[in-house]
Structure formats: C-alpha cells, structure tokens
C-alpha cells in the first residue's frame, strides 16, 4: 500500500456502468515527512475520506476485495485514513 | 487509475482474435493542470472517448472487469471521460 | 498496453516446462515517433512478428488471456503488429 | 519480492473492516548492502517481523495468498525476516 | 519477462510457511549487452539456476503459475536459464 493525500475529486458524467456512484478522489503521493510529490493516483474510496485526509491506498487487484469495488474496473483504492506515522528507524 | 488525454489511434490489421473489433486509444498521460507528459499507453475504451478529451484510465487486472473486455488480453482501458478536475488542496 | 519494436530473440534450453515451443522476443520500448528507448522485456508473441516489427504489448495477468498463454507463467505478449500510428494531438 | 528494513507502523483507526486487526508496517526498500533508499511501501505483516529488522515483501495479487491475507484489499505483505544476503557476484 | 543475472541468495529462517524449502536468489537486472544494473528483485527458481546465471524472471500473478509457485506468496520467478541473446535491431 502507499500513503498519500487526498488533495481533490474527478468529475466525470460519461464513465462505465460499474463506476456509477462512486467517488473518485485524487490521491498525491506523499513522503515519511507528510510532504507531497508530484505524483497522483485516482482512487475510490471505501472509509468516506475527505479533502485534506491523509490515506492509505491498495493498488492493482486487491482494489477490487472490498465490498464496494468488487468485479469492478478500479485499480486504486482508499482503505484507511492515517491517523499517525510512527517512524522509528531514521537511517 | 490516471489521467490521461486521447491523443491518437493505433491501425493493427495483424492481431490477437480477441481484439478484433476494439479500438485502441493513444493516452499521454497528464498532470493536475491538464499538461501532456511524455509518457503513454495504448488502452481500449469502453465509453466512446474522442481525441483530445481528457480521461479516466484502468490498468492491469482490473482492465478487464468490463462487458467488452471480459477475458480478453487487455491491460487497460478507457472508463470515463474527465468533465472536471476539482483540485482543493494545493500543497 | 505499450508500443515497442521486436529487436531480438532469446534462446534458453533450460526453460520451465510450460514455456517449451514459445518463442521469446526481445521488445525494447519504442515512443510515438518510433524512436526506440534503451528500456526492453522479453514478451511471447501471439501474432507471429518478426524482427523489426512495430508491436502493441500486453502484460502481466491479461498476457495470460490468449490460447497460447492460458495458465502459463508469462507476463508479456505481444498482441498485435502495428500498421499506423494516427496522432491528432501533439500538445 | 523486494528487500526492505521496517522503519515504523502506521495508526489507523477509520479503516476498510478487512484490515482491522493487521498491523501495517512501514518497510523502506535498501540496496544490497543493506542501506536504506528514499521509497517506501506500507505493508501487512505474516511472520511477526519488528521495526528495525531486514525483511523480503512481495507485492501485488501475491501478497494475497497467505491465511491472513486471503481475500483482503492488501497489496504488500512481509513474507520473511532475512538472516543474511550472500553476495557472489560482484559486477 | 526481464532479463538478469543471479547474484547471489537470500537466507531466511523466519518466513511464512508457504516459502519453506524454496530457494530464494537475488537477480540483478542486466541491459542487452549483459552488463548489470543496480535494480534488482527475490525470485524463487523453476529451472535450478545459479550463481552467475543469465536468466529470464516472471513477475506478478504470472510467477505463481508453476507447478512449484501455485498459490503461494511469490511475485518473481525464474522460469530461464538464458544461452543467448540474438540481437538484430540496433537502432
């Protein structure tokens, strides 16, 4: 799983049967330290995260075993909102 | 899934039985300001995406939970058309 | 998928015996002027290509989604030969 | 698989009702000798692995076929806690 | 498939049973010219490869379909042992 931030949604009208309801939020990418990269994700999300939420996302065919997202084309998936990171090892 | 932009068609006349009939969509993929990165991928499409519009991409596995891609040797696909990016979170 | 070109071959006696009687071909990564990127795997091929030939490449489980690749320890193929690429949009 | 050191855990408490009960470990890929990158993955946990030890993660539908893991969104999961590497070859 | 070479061997005592009895060898990525790169991945071993070996190396859910990985928590195997690499294409 990565973490990331939820930092926005897709809007889309015309998009496949299977994806009717579900809400699409853009995940970036974040580092240990909270702090953003540039890469994003688009994910659905099964925990009701919000705008601003720090998450965790499951990719590829593990996106589909919830019961949400079952047999449906989503590849990215928000299973947890973090509430802490507890880094221990620093080097 | 990513965000990607239609930029062109691949013509195959010589190919696998079970692509016989799909299109097959040129998507660069984009960042959260709608510009074009270098990079791509060849996906079909199951919602009538044109050229240039800006769309919502499945890969791996998860490609082939659709009607049209059902079993078939395909590792993504187009699932929606972008109407909007709602982008609240900025850094 | 992804577009590449087939640059070789690679020949292995000692292969898993699901293997036997595949041929295995070397497709390095190509962009969309043809011009062929230092990145390459080795795909089976489904469509008989030859050296030289422009192809589409289909990985991970869908590479399994063929007659020939059914339940077989193969994560790339190729699926079709390319005739054109038709971009429409350059920027 | 990859090799990686445990170097935290992550706190969730909103999470997908498949996860609860797993303890999500922050593994940091490392180099062949032993030294830690800048990437990271957080990952599921089957052999009791502690923060600070050297482990091998595999990824993907793969990490879903452990008793713990079956049918569950998680794509990462510790397999092993490495005792040693043994280099041979050197270049 | 990608192309590698074994370097060396992972020993671990502590892992999830499914792995017991399967040897775990490190492969370093190499590029068409045999030389090697600083990526590398675990793989378990279909074709008793060793130490020095060019071999072809299977990811994802496509390593777990050998009669040795069915089911198991694998994502990388060598399914190869590589006499030759036959490179036409150079540019």
Do not use: C
């Amino acid at each position: 799983m990565f973490l990331g931030k939820v930092v926005g949604t897709v809007w889309a009208t015309r998009k496949d049967e299977e994806l009717v309801g579900m809400k699409l939020q853009i995940v970036k990418h974040i580092d240990l330290d909270y702090k953003l990269k540039d890469t994003f994700v688009v994910a659905v999300d099964s925990v009701q995260a919000g705008v601003g939420d720090v998450v965790l996302v499951t990719s590829g065919s593990s996106a589909r075993q919830t019961a949400l997202t079952k047999n449906r084309p989503v590849d990215a998936i928000i299973i947890a909102v973090v509430d802490k990171l507890d880094i221990v090892v620093k080097t």
